[in-house]
């Protein structure tokens, strides 16, 4: 058997949601495996966003119960984290200059190199709908706050620490928890000049 057909998978994710019970579960799984500064409300929108996008499909045959397969998804996530080149940097190294100026040659830095050019384009993308995003992430503060350094030019990780005052961990944080909605929202919300992208676009 193959993938789930995105559109079950949509639904039934929306009938975890809708249900009180079920919806606990995901939140006890996902505050199980948050790490570091992680919410559970993090890991639970990093891990929708991997469903949805079609990263980590939905396969029936294998977990029957879509939260066996988030529940796994998160699991595996965790244990990534651990041995990944960005992890390494950060026990590593303390300040934005230091990691941004080490080159990482073991195992996992090509995977890093992907996921970084995947942040610049988000980031490059990301003035394009502030409007959509401020009306989304109305009641989430940080969000808010890196909004706002977005908004007058300041992109890059390293410059908001310094114009958040937050720690490089905080700032990685709150960037992840925005980009992963800003991933959903670009889909589903025009632009702040009123246009659609077509699905999967990439500019």
Request: hydrophobic content about 35%; aromatic content about 4%.
């Amino acid at each position: 058997m193959g993938d789930t057909d995105i559109h079950e998978t949509r639904a039934e994710l929306g009938a975890i949601l809708r249900d009180a019970d079920r919806k606990k579960r995901l939140y006890l799984l996902a505050k199980r495996f948050a790490r570091g500064n992680e919410t559970p409300d993090d890991v639970i929108g990093t891990v929708c966003v991997k469903l949805l996008s079609g990263k980590t499909p939905w396969r029936r045959d294998e977990h029957p119960d879509l939260l066996d397969h988030l529940g796994s998804v998160m699991s595996a996530t965790a244990s990534n984290l651990l041995t990944s080149a960005d992890a390494r940097r950060q026990r590593k190294f303390h300040t934005p200059e230091e990691e941004t100026r080490v080159p990482d040659r073991r195992a996992g830095a090509e995977e890093q190199l992907l996921d970084d050019e995947a942040e610049r384009r988000m980031e490059q993308r990301l003035g394009r709908w502030l409007v959509a995003l401020r009306k989304d992430r109305a009641d989430d503060g940080e969000a808010m706050t890196l909004l706002d350094a977005f908004e007058r030019g300041v992109i890059d990780a390293a410059d908001q620490v310094a114009d958040t005052g937050w720690d490089i961990e905080d700032v990685r944080r709150v960037r992840r928890r925005l980009f992963d909605r800003a991933a959903i929202v670009m889909q589903t919300h025009p632009d702040d000049s009123g246009r659609y992208i077509a699905r999967g676009a990439e500019s």
